[in-house]
């Protein structure tokens, strides 16, 4: 019989870690980790996502998205990764000026089913996103996970921009929560962006995910193909590959409907990006359907005026 802090993991695991954003390892376009930030500059760091878009065309133009985007995800001991390469329509000049600013992830992670409230805070340290994460439902924020994500430009040019945010410690055993997005500008009026996804997991985040995929999560799936079933339909990865693949595409989606909102009104803006981000995610039904759409804007407005008036919740997880 599950225990009853297996079937609480269990029911919160779909996206509890967010990069949250779960977050995110630094990639370049080698590979998640494959360098340290630290050791690359602008120049060489701009140079490899355009080399890697040359090396994408294929797969941006060709692929079951419906749009330009390439994914990747992968499984070692302990740890799991998922990494988003795409074309957006949006000026560079648009995405450096709104996606250096902790502020704005804020805005961008609310929109996750699992992000509960978003608060950026500056430090003497430098700034740090407040982040509780929960369940598919209403939550009070003592129930909710809080993770303190620290946050920081890597580099900002006028070709180049990359974004980091990171937590050594999350809910239930996970840890070394990485987020990295890097962009270049493109000839044609868009931008190349790179949006990579990684943690930890010890003991009891195995067990929790075990819990999950043996009941709420037994039919869930991710977006890469393993093969073909009997009946002709493609068989995709589950798992925590899979896990990892849809929420990585739930954060890439969060960016693009934030930017697509910036054209409205501020007041505006809001309710474009919730409509927005529902509207993507349905697009892949197998994958992210979740609740329906009346309820996620309810929960996501409420959610939202809490954001904005409320301190950080307690650390409880």
């Known amino acids: 019989m599950t225990s009853p802090l297996l079937r609480r993991a269990a029911a919160i695991w779909t996206g509890a870690t967010p990069c949250i954003f779960a977050l995110f390892m630094l990639c370049t376009g080698t590979g998640i980790g494959a360098v340290n930030a630290a050791e690359t500059t602008p120049s060489t760091s701009s ?54 600013n902790p502020a704005r992830w804020c805005d961008i992670l609310i929109l996750h089913l699992n992000t509960k409230y978003c608060r950026a805070l500056t430090t003497g340290a430098g700034s740090i996103l407040n982040v509780n994460v929960g369940e598919k439902r209403d939550q009070a924020l003592d129930d909710t996970y809080r993770m303190d994500m620290v946050y920081r430009v890597g580099a900002k040019t006028a070709d180049y921009l990359q974004v980091l945010l990171n937590a050594d410690a999350g ?106 981000w529902f509207t993507a995610t349905e697009l892949y039904p197998r994958q992210l359907h979740e609740i329906e759409r009346s309820a996620y804007l309810e929960m996501k407005r409420r959610e939202y005026r809490r954001q904005q008036a409320t301190l950080p919740a307690r650390r409880t997880g």
Not at 83 to 95: E, K, R, W
Not at 171 to 199: C, K, M
């Open 47 to 100: 140079a490899a996502l355009r080399a890697r878009h040359g090396a994408l065309q294929d797969r941006l133009t060709n692929n079951a998205f419906q749009r330009p985007l390439a994914l990747d995800s992968s499984e070692a001991a302990g740890s799991v990764r998922g990494s988003i390469y795409a074309l957006i329509d949006h000026p560079f000049v648009t995405v450096s000026a709104h996606l250096n």
């Open 171 to 276: 809910p239930l055993g996970t840890s070394n929560y990485r987020l990295a997005f890097e962009a270049v500008p493109l000839d044609n009026g868009q931008t190349f962006i790179h949006l990579s996804y990684a943690y930890a997991y010890g003991l009891l985040g195995q067990l929790a995910m075990q819990a999950y995929l043996g009941t709420a999560g037994r039919d869930r799936v991710g977006f890469t193909q393993s093969g073909i079933q009997a009946d002709g339909q493609p068989r995709h990865i589950g798992g925590m590959r899979g896990a990892v693949e849809r929420n990585t595409m739930r954060y890439y989606l969060a960016i693009e409907a934030f930017l697509g909102a910036l054209s409205q009104p501020l007041p505006a803006q809001l309710e474009k990006r919730l409509h927005d």
